[in-house]
């Protein structure tokens, strides 16, 4: 156990190379479970990754970690199953079951944990794994699931695009027999990603102008080297401390097309933002304008990832900002812990209204899941005094090095360890 301590009110500024995106590796090191031996390089180094290595290693697969990369090997047929405390630990250990499935021709698996943001259900996960030839049973908090004769092509018609589901699917249609037409598919850069590196291990997948998805089914996947792409929700916070800290960050190694939403935001509420082939700079001015209303969308909308640290950002801002979060139905946990640093704002169902002020003041804080913990760093960042950051393990999930990152930023804050 660790927490931070805050000294806030400092400018960050400098430039920062941004790490590889959490949620394109996991789908990658998921795939790596069906495909040949892979180097996939620019993984970050979070608890999440490292789960999803062990999990492979339960599935029989090898997998090390080289600096950056991740190599993984196939070896010979592992478990069927994935422990419990594996699958407690984030929620997209489910995006193994499509792998699972396909390769063993069955899983066992709990139902998956992962940050609190409300009703989770796998339902279209489940849905179009079973039109694929899956029998799935689900007993006490269980899912069983069995493809004796393995699985084959469907057409599948997602009825929200699930991000999680399109990966599942994806997965185990690579190696379905015959073809798999995919509808309402999720489009983030993640997925795309995830596309890719199975293409370079031999997958056939052909994504129309439609937006509909094409899998032909192949029986044997050869593996490759991958680089994964740069996280734009780890960019978007950066950018964002810099932003309501009147800050100039530029932010390295990114792909500026990924954020574009983002930085829309953040040209509204002041701040000049200039982009180039892999680079976003950030110059922000000394106090942020209100940002209007910001609705969080399915790619290319505003991601919800980025909601919670948008909204640290329009705490001090000069003028209102109202949010509208469309994907999860409960990701409003931050609120009252930037609330304890003076931050006006006022939730209705899935609406936030934030009146900025002038000041935020330092406090105890809780990281109550990755995302808001991101939020609460940002808010003591930029307020008066000294604050406790704690609940560290959720920030550890998805941000590398966040203390030393925003320390050669500029900001006092230090890691302290527990016992
Ligand atoms: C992915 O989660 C991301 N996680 C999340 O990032 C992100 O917030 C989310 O996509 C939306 O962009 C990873 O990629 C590892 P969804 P996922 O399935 O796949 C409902 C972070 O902070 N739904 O697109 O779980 C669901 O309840 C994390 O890095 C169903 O109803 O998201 C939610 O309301 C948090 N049935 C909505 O769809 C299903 O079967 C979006 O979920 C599946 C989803």
């Known amino acids: 156990m660790s927490h931070y301590i805050i000294r806030g009110g400092n400018r960050l500024e400098g430039a920062l190379k941004i790490h590889g995106a959490k949620n394109a590796a996991l789908p990658i090191l998921a795939a790596a479970a069906i495909c040949g031996d892979s180097v996939i390089r620019n993984c970050p180094n ?7 290595m062990e999990i492979l290693r339960h599935l029989g697969c090898g997998a090390l970690r080289q600096g950056d990369a991740i190599v993984t090997t196939q070896g010979e047929a592992g478990d069927c199953r994935i422990p419990d405390q594996l699958m407690g630990a984030m929620r ?12 063993h021709g069955c899983a066992e698996l709990a139902l998956p944990g992962g940050c609190e943001l409300g009703a989770r259900p796998i339902d279209l996960h489940l849905a179009a794994l079973e039109r694929m030839g899956a029998r799935i049973t689900e007993t006490g908090g269980r899912l069983l699931c069995s493809a004796p004769e393995g699985l084959h092509g469907a057409r599948i018609d997602l009825s929200f695009p699930s991000v999680g589901a399109t990966e599942n699917t994806l997965i185990a249609a690579v190696t379905a027999q015959g073809e798999t037409v995919l509808t309402g598919a999720a489009r983030e850069p993640e997925i795309l990603d995830l596309i890719d590196f199975l293409r370079a291990c031999g997958a056939r997948i052909a994504i129309g102008l439609d937006g509909v998805i094409r899998v032909e089914g192949v029986k044997r996947l050869q593996g490759t080297e991958h680089r994964v792409i740069p996280d734009r929700i780890a960019a978007g916070t950066y950018l964002c401390a810099a932003a309501m800290t009147g800050g100039d960050l530029l932010a390295k190694e990114v792909v500026p097309g990924h954020l574009a939403s983002s930085l829309s935001v953040l040209a509204q509420a002041g701040c000049r933002v200039v982009t180039g082939p892999d680079w976003v700079r950030l110059t922000a001015p000394r106090r942020l304008a209100g940002f209007g209303t910001v609705k969080t969308m399915p790619y290319p909308g505003f ?12 705490t001090v801002a000069d003028g209102p900002t109202v949010f509208v979060e469309n994907i999860f139905e409960s990701r409003y946990r931050h609120v009252p812990e930037l609330r304890k640093l003076g931050a006006k704002i006022i939730t209705e169902g899935r609406a936030a209204v934030v009146t900025g002020v002038e000041e935020l003041t330092g406090a105890n804080l809780l990281c109550t899941d990755l995302r808001g913990g991101a939020a609460v760093v940002l808010g003591a960042l930029a307020a008066r ?35």
């Open 303 to 314: 991601p919800t990832d980025m909601q919670s640290v948008m909204m640290a950002a329009a």
């Open 46 to 52: 979070l608890t999440d990754i490292s789960v999803a």
């Open 385 to 419: 005094g000294e604050s406790t950051v704690t609940g560290l393990d959720h920030i550890d999930r998805g941000y590398d090095d966040l203390e030393g990152n925003l320390s050669r930023l500029g900001a006092d804050m230090k890691r302290v360890r527990n016992g």
């Open 92 to 103: 997209s250990s489910i995006v193994f079951l499509g792998g699972m499935v396909a390769r």
